[in-house]
C-alpha cells in the first residue's frame, strides 16, 4: 500500500519521557524527519438523524402564510435518507443479496432496523427512477453494429433463474 498526500486526519503522537533516563520531554523540542503510519480503514457507522425544518413565514405585503417546502426525501414525519436507500438498493440490485439478509446488514452495521418491505419498495423505487436511462441504453444497443449477448442461470429458492446481458464496449443491459 501506498501513503496518501493528503490523509483525512492527523494524530500527532510524541514520548512522554525519555527512553533513557525517563526524564519529562517537552513536545516543542521536536527533532529529526516525523515517522509517519497512516491505517486505511471504515468510518464508525452510526445512524445520522438530520431533522428538516419547515418554517412559515407572513408576508408583510399581502398576509399570506407560506410554509417552506421539505426536501422530496423527507417526505414524512420520520423517513429513511437517500443513502441508507442507495446502500439497500446497491446490496440488491449489484450483489444479488436476500432482502432479509440486506435487514439484518442495515440493524447490525448501523444499528436500527428496516423492514423487508421497505427494501423491496426503495428497489422498486429506483428501478422506476433508472427506467428512462435503462431504455435509452437498450435502444442505443439495438443501432450497435456489434453486440455481445450472455446468459447465465442463478438458483433462487430452488429454481431457476436467468440473467441475460447485452454489451459493448460503452453500453451493458
Not at 43 to 52: N, R, S
Not at 105 to 132: K, N
Request: glycine content about 4%.
Amino acid at each position: 500500500m501506498a501513503q496518501f498526500a493528503s490523509p483525512n486526519d492527523t494524530v500527532p503522537h510524541f514520548p512522554s519521557s525519555c527512553g533513557r533516563c525517563a526524564h519529562a520531554l517537552d513536545p516543542s523540542a521536536v527533532t529529526g524527519d516525523v515517522v509517519a503510519r497512516q491505517v486505511f480503514d471504515l468510518p464508525e457507522f452510526h445512524v445520522k438523524v438530520t431533522e428538516h425544518q419547515m418554517f412559515a413565514l407572513c408576508c408583510g405585503n399581502c398576509d399570506a402564510v407560506t410554509r417552506a417546502e421539505a426536501p422530496a426525501w423527507a417526505s414524512a414525519p420520520a423517513v429513511y435518507g437517500p443513502s441508507v436507500t442507495a446502500a439497500a438498493v446497491y446490496l440488491s440490485a449489484e450483489h444479488h443479496i436476500p432482502v432479509d439478509r440486506i435487514c439484518q446488514l442495515v440493524a447490525d452495521l448501523v444499528g436500527f432496523e428496516v423492514s423487508p418491505g421497505w427494501v423491496h419498495t426503495a428497489c422498486q423505487r429506483a428501478q422506476r427512477a433508472v427506467a428512462p436511462a435503462s431504455e435509452a441504453i437498450k435502444d442505443a444497443l439495438a443501432v450497435e453494429p456489434v453486440v455481445y449477448f450472455d446468459e447465465s442461470v442463478s438458483r433462487v429458492e430452488c429454481r431457476n433463474h436467468w440473467l441475460r446481458v447485452a454489451t459493448t464496449p460503452r453500453l451493458t443491459a
